[in-house]
């Protein structure tokens, strides 16, 4: 990832390794959050982020943007959510490394740029 706060491993984030652990039984071969099972239904099925989309879109309006942008964004949100819950509109926290890695190789974009981690506006006049 391009900045530090971008480069972290889903061991170093309680919230995230939690979820592994809680895993029952847990198989051994599970050492990244990205081999969980709840993972690939829950961030990279297309099926549950088409679901997920249009609910974010039916709160807050459709986002101008490919479909693979829409699944990108929608399963960052998933992660969040599994991890955390319910944040809040202006609460941002970054994402695992190996989380955006392999939501970005499943929903790739075109030029292979991406926006990266940014932190909320807290200036009201922005």
Known sequence: METVVESLCCREVSAFWSLVEELTPRPADVTCLTQHPGFEAC?????????????????????????????????????????????????????????VSTIRQQFQNGDQTYQGFQWPCLDENE
């Open 43 to 99: 961030c990279l099925n297309p099926f549950v982020l088409k679901i997920a989309y249009t609910h974010f879109r039916q709160d807050r309006g459709p986002l101008q943007a490919s479909t693979h942008e829409q699944y990108r964004y929608t399963a960052y949100r998933q992660a969040i959510r599994w991890a955390y819950g319910v944040l809040g509109r202006s609460i941002r926290k970054p994402l695992p490394s190996c989380v």
